[in-house]
């Protein structure tokens, strides 16, 4: 009986050693566990619990200005509005005023100008996973007479999900004028061609960042900013541009594509001592501030926006008649009122070489062979 008592004692106590063990094992392992959240991963769980009690909204940097040469502006941004949508509350509030998203759908779409079936599809559309959205852009870039009547809507109907916000638009105050020298911007101000694409860096700025508190319906309370960075705006570009004679410029090449029933004219304009460049025309051209418009293909688009006095490749050609001119000129080998008769071809080592014009200039002075730009009529000059 007493030896019973003995082992029934000792598997008692090595019960209760094992059963202290695990239990001194299981406390280790949630004190390391502990130790590990509040000094490894500290960072990553405050960031977290951030996330639910406050919002970052992000405030664009206002985008820097291209000015010709005498500093007139070629390319600003102008203050607009955005609309953004907070859907879950939008749809509550849609709900409990008994309307249907087609009515706001209708609504919206002729306040901002957009087709009832596009915004339809932006409050109804939902995530790939088949859940509905909890937010939207309705749009970017609207003028103040649109928000106005957004928050007229939205208060008459006690509608709170359609946030307005400051916005920025790019805007190009002479329209066409020199398009393919400042390029355009994207739908998020970002630079697509031109010095608007090259200069990007330097105009886009660094965005701002405003961070509130929000409750649990993820509405911003009032007076709770906790953190707020000034956005930095963008610089500005001052290019080697003279909007006068870039004027100019445009002028002439337009009419030397109606006059010539031409598909494309070019003129660029160089200082000779320094290379800037001073006006620089392609047309046909278009509107940076509607770059879409014109071109009804991706092709037909890239080819409306290519610059071709930068992209396109081209033969030396006429641009060495320039050389051979002024070698002329500077051997004295020029006689006054020496003729240059131009038949349309001139045989050149047995090679019958064509001009441009091929049924001929006929006589020509220096000056008018320079300016018909006439092959016969150099070569002869270069014999």
């Given at each position: 009986?007493?030896?019973?008592?003995?082992?029934?004692?000792?598997?008692?106590?090595?019960?209760?050693?094992?059963?202290?063990?695990?239990?001194?094992?299981?406390?280790?392992?949630?004190?390391?566990?502990?130790?590990?959240?509040?000094?490894?991963?500290?960072?990553?769980?405050?960031?977290?619990?951030?996330?639910?009690?406050?919002?970052?909204?992000?405030?664009?940097?206002?985008?820097?200005?291209?000015?010709?040469?005498?500093?007139?502006?070629?390319?600003?941004?102008?203050?607009?509005?955005?609309?953004?949508?907070?859907?879950?509350?939008?749809?509550?509030?849609?709900?409990?005023?008994?309307?249907?998203?087609?009515?706001?759908?209708?609504?919206?779409?002729?306040?901002?100008?957009?087709?009832?079936?596009?915004?339809?599809?932006?409050?109804?559309?939902?995530?790939?996973?088949?859940?509905?959205?909890?937010?939207?852009?309705?749009?970017?870039?609207?003028?103040?007479?649109?928000?106005?009547?957004?928050?007229?809507?939205?208060?008459?109907?006690?509608?709170?999900?359609?946030?307005?916000?400051?916005?920025?638009?790019?805007?190009?105050?002479?329209?066409?004028?020199?398009?393919?020298?400042l390029g355009h911007t994207n739908s998020d101000g970002?630079g697509l061609t031109g010095l608007e694409l090259y200069?990007?860096?330097?105009?886009?700025?660094?965005?701002?960042?405003?961070?509130?508190?929000?409750?649990?319906?993820?509405?911003?309370?009032?007076?709770?900013?906790?953190?707020?960075?000034?956005?930095?705006?963008?610089?500005?570009?001052?290019?080697?541009?003279?909007?006068?004679?870039?004027?100019?410029?445009?002028?002439?090449?337009?009419?030397?594509?109606?006059?010539?029933?031409?598909?494309?004219?070019?003129?660029?304009?160089?200082?000779?001592?320094?290379?800037?460049?001073?006006?620089?025309?392609?047309?046909?051209?278009?509107?940076?501030?509607?770059?879409?418009?014109?071109?009804?293909?991706?092709?037909?688009?890239?080819?409306?926006?290519?610059?071709?006095?930068?992209?396109?490749?081209?033969?030396?050609?006429?641009?060495?008649?320039?050389?051979?001119?002024?070698a002329a000129i500077e051997k004295g080998i020029l006689?006054?009122?020496?003729?240059?008769?131009?038949?349309?071809?001139?045989?050149?080592?047995?090679?019958?070489?064509?001009?441009?014009?091929?049924?001929?200039?006929?006589?020509?002075?220096?000056?008018?062979?320079?300016?018909?730009?006439?092959?016969?009529?150099?070569?002869?000059?270069?014999?």
């Open positions: 009986m007493a030896k019973k008592y003995f082992v029934d004692k000792v598997l008692m106590k090595k019960r209760m050693i094992l059963a202290m063990l695990l239990a001194f094992l299981v406390f280790l392992g949630l004190s390391i566990r502990l130790g590990y959240v509040m000094f490894v991963e500290e960072s990553t769980y405050k960031s977290l619990a951030k996330q639910q009690w406050t919002s970052d909204v992000r405030i664009n940097a206002k985008r820097g200005k291209i000015l010709d040469r005498n500093g007139n502006e070629l390319a600003i941004s102008a203050n607009v509005y955005r609309a953004d949508l907070d859907l879950n509350t939008l749809r509550k509030d849609i709900e409990n005023n008994g309307m249907t998203m087609e009515q706001v759908a209708t609504t919206l779409s002729g306040i901002i100008g957009e087709e009832q079936a596009d915004v339809l599809h932006i409050l109804t559309n939902p995530l790939p996973n088949g859940r509905p959205r909890g937010s939207a852009i309705l749009k970017r870039r609207i003028e103040k007479d649109a928000t106005d009547a957004i928050r007229e809507f939205c208060k008459n109907n006690n509608i709170n999900g359609i946030v307005i916000s400051p916005d920025t638009k790019r805007y190009y105050p002479n329209g066409n004028f020199a398009a393919h020298i970002e200069y990007n860096k330097y105009l886009s700025g660094v965005p701002g960042i405003k961070v509130a508190e929000i409750d649990q319906k993820s509405e911003g309370l009032p007076y709770t900013i906790s953190e707020f960075t000034e956005p930095i705006d963008g610089r500005n570009v001052v290019t080697t541009i003279d909007e006068n004679i870039q004027n100019f410029a445009e002028k002439l090449a337009e009419e030397a594509l109606a006059d010539n029933e031409a598909k494309a004219v070019s003129i660029m304009v160089m200082d000779p001592n320094t290379g800037e460049i001073l006006a620089l025309a392609n047309k046909p051209d278009y509107d940076p501030n509607n770059p879409w418009v014109g071109g009804t293909t991706d092709e037909e688009i890239q080819q409306m926006w290519r610059n071709r006095l930068v992209s396109d490749a081209y033969e030396p050609g006429s641009i060495f008649k320039v050389i051979t001119a002024t006689t006054e009122g020496e003729a240059f008769n131009c038949g349309g071809s001139l045989n050149i080592g047995g090679r019958n070489i064509h001009c441009w014009k091929t049924s001929g200039h006929g006589p020509q002075t220096f000056e008018e062979i320079l300016k018909n730009s006439c092959n016969v009529g150099f070569m002869v000059l270069g014999e």
